[in-house]
């Protein structure tokens, strides 16, 4: 990585109040390297600069560590390239990660990568959402992240049901959050869970607006949720 890139991404770092700042930013550095050289050989991303990489992937998932908080079990749904789960946990080394995708060769890919940096908190999965969540992952983590899966009335019903009751859904919104929360506040009730708050989150030199939705998990979610896709996409609660 270009070196003022580096400073930029360990000032970002520091920014967002991160312990032991130097030597994530060396792994998240070596982390991107590995990320523009995947992309060019299978999009993962579209058309990306380092600069890019730094601000509008690594610093905006590391923005909502503290929302995620330290020690706890931590799933990832639709990670793609492993945002935001892989930024955070290399930020957060207590806790423990699982990063989900339906695609194979990007869990390959997650795997691998994680092997290499030495980042030995994170187990990569692939399946679908919907399909995994009647398994044994299911009320099992203290909280779930997402970024730019579904809207959220689709995206709580594939990621409430892994939440423990007591647990949150930390949701990486733009500025439609407003509405979006508007559209799901039914869903969320249906599926146990409830809006506990829309976050303003600032993200280092990053202009524009982030927000995360933070759903709490009250109750236990109704065996019949998560439905089929189809049904998820055409019929959202
Ligand atoms: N979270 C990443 C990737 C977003 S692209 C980022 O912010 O950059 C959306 C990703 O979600 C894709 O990789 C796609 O394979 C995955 N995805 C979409 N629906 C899914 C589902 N129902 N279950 C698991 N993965 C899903």
Do not use: W
Not at 177 to 182: F, G, K, L, M, P
């Amino acid at each position: 990585m270009e070196q003022n890139n580096k400073e930029l991404l360990l000032s970002g770092l520091i920014k967002l109040e991160v312990p032991n700042a130097e030597q994530k930013a060396d792994i998240l550095a070596m982390y991107c390297d590995r990320v523009l050289e995947a992309n060019g050989r299978f999009n993962l991303l579209g058309n990306v600069t380092e600069y890019d990489m730094v601000v509008k992937h690594i610093l905006d998932s590391v923005s909502g560590h503290k929302l995620v908080g330290t020690g706890k079990k931590v799933l990832d749904i639709g990670t793609g390239a492993g945002f935001p789960g892989f930024p955070l946990a290399v930020c957060l080394p207590q806790s423990q990660f699982t990063l989900a995708d339906a695609t194979e060769k990007k869990i390959d890919f997650i795997r691998q990568t994680a092997q290499a940096l030495g980042v030995n908190n994170i187990t990569a999965v692939s399946g679908r959402a919907e399909e995994m969540a009647h398994g044994k992952m299911r009320e099992s983590f203290d909280v779930c992240v997402s970024r730019a899966v579904a809207a959220l009335n689709k995206l709580s019903e594939y990621c409430l049901p892994f939440i423990k009751c007591g647990g949150r859904l930390v949701a990486y919104k733009g500025p439609l959050v407003y509405d979006e929360v508007a559209e799901a506040e039914k869903a969320f009730s249906m599926l146990g869970g409830k809006l506990q708050g829309i976050h303003a989150v600032s993200v280092p030199y990053l202009e524009g607006d982030r927000f995360a939705a933070v759903i709490d998990k009250l109750k236990p979610t109704n065996p019949i949720y998560p439905r089929k896709n189809s049904n998820i996409i055409k019929r959202p609660l």
